[in-house]
């Protein structure tokens, strides 16, 4: 095969792993390796790095670094990527952000293909060829691409279901049990399916591509907390009453306990070092590097939850901190340096909107959940409407009441106190997700590893 040029090497080397993936999966040690070797502590740190880490700007990057994309950047992935509740948002389909990280890192280059391809809630099943929404078979232009960026895994493991049974409890009593949630996540990292398809599908990115010198820049995912903080110990993010108080030992509410917070951080950084592994998987078997994996965590130092401001305590929750990169439901935007293009307008242009028509009922309890299943849909939005129509069934319920008392405020467009817009798909899915400010934090931490 000696007449053969080097593209076409690539081609016949790609499309043999292809072949060994399925047969012998490129998994090596992994399955024998415990997730907790990671230093999950030194990893999620809030505390100031010795060498702060730049967040410079696209100008400022491009003249430190080359920009790799040239003729045309692909994104791929979940709503991470999507950068749902970001600017204006789209209200159903994908939930595609205005500030999300892929659209920013379109500002650096001009007159290049850009396809968008994100969407919110979707899994590895959803990006691969042949997938249901598949997103690899929705890339027009794989011969423009310089680039790809993909963030997925989370939704795999069950991250909606974590975060309600451990924090958010949509569900009420039907919410779930923390612990049994995060070891069905353990469960899935140690085994081989989910290893196995996200190598496949990331290799068989590589090889749709024509362009020999297309990397694949893989995100994981940011850590959730400040776990040494003390003030949130008395904190509660339940979704009906989130709030403070001096009496934690109150029954019904999910604390953030200094407990909760690492173990909800191991398990970020534990779906990273899984991540990372594949990643270095697949570069084992390639001349160059063609997936490099992106931490994000670096860069959120200082803005997630339960930080400190100047020594003190930030007294979450506190939705007004805009140095807090993450979304609680309802939570306004932050904005970039320089844009003032406020989400609170687009908020009531929503509310406005969702205000003419019969929006503000919820699905049938007895039966949304077996329709979500019977549709594959794994939509944060629709899940957790369904979660919220079977927490008030027991009309004697504190969740009852909060709902009936914002179906209140709706009818009088009070919109002043409203806590649970479920009225609004994309405020209330929008928690747990970063912000504008949170996405150039990606944004940075990708065009770093240019």
């Known amino acids: 095969m000696a007449f053969l040029k080097p593209f076409y090497w690539r081609i016949a080397i ?15 040690s992994y399955r024998h390796l415990s997730l907790l070797e990671i230093d999950y502590r030194a990893k999620c740190s809030s505390k100031p790095l010795a060498t702060p880490i730049a967040a410079p700007r696209s100008g400022s990057v491009a003249a430190a670094r080359t920009n790799p994309i040239k003729t045309g950047y692909t994104a ?8 749902i509740g970001t600017e204006s948002t789209e209200g159903s389909g994908c939930r595609i952000g205005g500030f999300s990280y892929p659209k920013q890192l379109m500002t650096t280059v001009n007159n290049a293909d ?83 398809k996200i190598q496949f599908t990331l290799m068989h990115i590589i090889t749709k591509s024509s362009n020999d010198n297309f990397k694949i820049y893989m995100t994981g995912y940011a850590c959730f907390f400040n776990a040494e903080t003390d003030w949130c110990d008395d904190t509660s993010f339940r979704i009906y009453n989130p709030h403070h108080t001096s009496n934690s030992s109150a029954n019904g509410e999910p604390w953030l306990k200094k407990a909760l917070r690492l173990q909800l951080n191991r398990l970020v950084t534990d779906l990273n070092a899984f991540l990372e592994k594949i990643v270095d998987s697949i570069n084992s078997y390639y001349k160059t590097e063609s997936v490099i994996f992106v931490d994000p965590n670096p860069y959120f130092n200082g803005h997630r939850w339960c930080e400190q401001d100047n020594g003190q305590d930030v007294q979450e929750p506190d939705w007004n901190r805009k140095d807090t990169w993450f979304f609680l439901s ?23 909107l969702q205000l003419a028509g019969n929006t503000t009922a919820l ?44 179906l209140q405020q709706v009818q009088n467009k009070d919109f002043t106190t409203l806590r649970i817009p479920w009225y609004i798909p994309t405020k209330l899915a929008e928690t747990f997700h970063p912000r504008t400010l949170g996405q150039q934090a990606y944004k940075n931490a990708i065009m770093a590893k240019w």
């Open 363 to 406: 699905p049938d309890p007895s039966t949304c959940e077996q329709t979500l299943a019977k549709a594959n849909n794994s939509d944060w939005a629709d899940r957790m409407q369904c979660d919220i129509a079977k927490a008030i069934t027991n009309t004697s319920s504190f969740e009852y009441q909060v709902i009936s008392q914002e």
């Open 76 to 83: 791929f992935g979940d709503s991470f990527a999507a950068g």
């Open 114 to 196: 850009f396809e968008n391809l994100p969407c919110s809630a979707a899994k590895i099943e959803n990006v691969v060829s042949g997938g249901q929404y598949s997103q690899e078979d929705a890339w027009n232009n794989p011969d423009k691409a310089d680039i790809a960026t993909i963030s997925i895994g989370g939704n795999n493991i069950g991250f909606y279901d974590i975060l309600t049974a451990c924090v958010l409890r949509v569900g009420g009593p039907f919410a779930g049990d923390c612990d049994t949630e995060v070891n069905k996540a353990y469960t899935i990292m140690q085994g081989s399916e989910l290893y196995d």
């Open 330 to 352: 309802n939570w306004d935007d932050d904005n970039l340096p320089g844009n003032a293009s406020a989400a609170s307008d687009f908020v009531r242009q929503q509310q406005v």
């Open 14 to 28: 790609a499309a043999v792993l292809l072949v060994l993936a399925q047969i012998i999966p490129l998994r090596g």
